[in-house]
């Protein structure tokens, strides 16, 4: 076989050549599966003890550290020193300062709200214009799902100096339904109908009461407002279907829900507009 191979690349290809590159693929590849092993393992005793998001963060650290680490001393192997690039850091430092302002930004930022924990994997949150499920909290940013399967990557900076609406948070929510009547209807029989509506549904509870408000007189009806709560996976349900059944038993009962609508008085109000017939005369 060494028949087929230059004679100049025989020094090359010796075992003594070879060994140190053998070692150093070894000592990458164990390195990998034993940081990934790691980080798995220490994900799954975060999230099981903590939440998600320690997991998520304690793994991608471990896995990272462990996998520069190993490609070190892989380097090593095959005598390739970092006593050189230690020495230029100095040289190299504001610029790669400036570079990573804004990850280290994130960073810092990421443990800040992990820390505080305003929300957790699964939850539904808004980040101003922007509302989907929380997928994971990584080292920079916060990956979500939106409603119409858009994945949508946040930085971690943007979040701490945004508003950020947890919708999931708490066990139960409040929904609000706006209720116009007309001026002619007796409104202590609308809230009894609109009470009686709301007892047979099942799902919206008996504790916190409901509770109906009279927001004031509009241009054209009687302005209520229905207050029911709700467990929180039900919010979105109950609050498409109550306006619906709301519709369908006015409508069953004779109660008016008015639309706007505007009335012209040339003169005084109890006088008939002035309108008349005239014939046209010829010359």
């Given at each position: ?108 930022s990421g443990l800040f709200i992990l820390a ?168």
């Open positions: 076989m060494s028949n087929y191979i230059p004679a100049s690349l025989l020094p090359y290809l010796s075992i003594e050549t070879l060994a140190p590159y053998i070692r150093a693929l070894l000592i990458a590849l164990f390195g990998y599966k034993l940081s990934a092993a790691m980080s798995n393992r220490l994900k799954e005793t975060l999230t099981s003890r903590y939440s998600a998001q320690h997991g998520l963060i304690g793994g991608q650290i471990v896995f990272y550290g462990g996998t520069v680490l190993f490609v070190t001393a892989a380097l090593n192997q095959i005598g390739f020193s970092l006593t050189p690039l230690l020495g230029a850091a100095g040289v190299v430092g504001v610029a790669l300062g400036f570079a990573s302002q804004t990850s280290v930004s994130n960073i810092i505080e924990q305003p929300f957790k994997v699964n939850d539904i949150i808004s980040v101003g214009d922007v509302t989907g499920v929380v997928l994971s909290l990584d080292l920079l940013s916060v990956k979500l799902r939106a409603f119409d399967n858009r994945f949508i990557r946040i930085p971690h900076e943007t979040i701490v100096k945004s508003q950020v609406t947890n919708i999931t948070r708490f066990p139960i929510r409040r929904v609000d339904v706006d209720v116009p009547v007309a001026y002619k209807e007796d409104i202590a029989r609308v809230k009894s109908i609109l009470l009686d509506i709301v007892a047979k549904d099942p799902r919206i509870l008996k504790q916190p009461e409901p509770v109906i408000f009279f927001k004031g007189f509009g241009n054209s009806s009687i302005d209520l407002l229905l207050l029911v709560w709700a467990e929180t996976p039900e919010w979105y349900p109950v609050r498409n279907s109550l306006p619906e059944v709301i519709k369908a038993t006015f409508d069953e009962l004779g109660i008016e829900i008015p639309f706007p609508h505007l009335t012209l008085y040339p003169g005084a109000w109890d006088e008939p507009l002035p309108l008349g017939i005239h014939e046209r005369t010829s010359n």
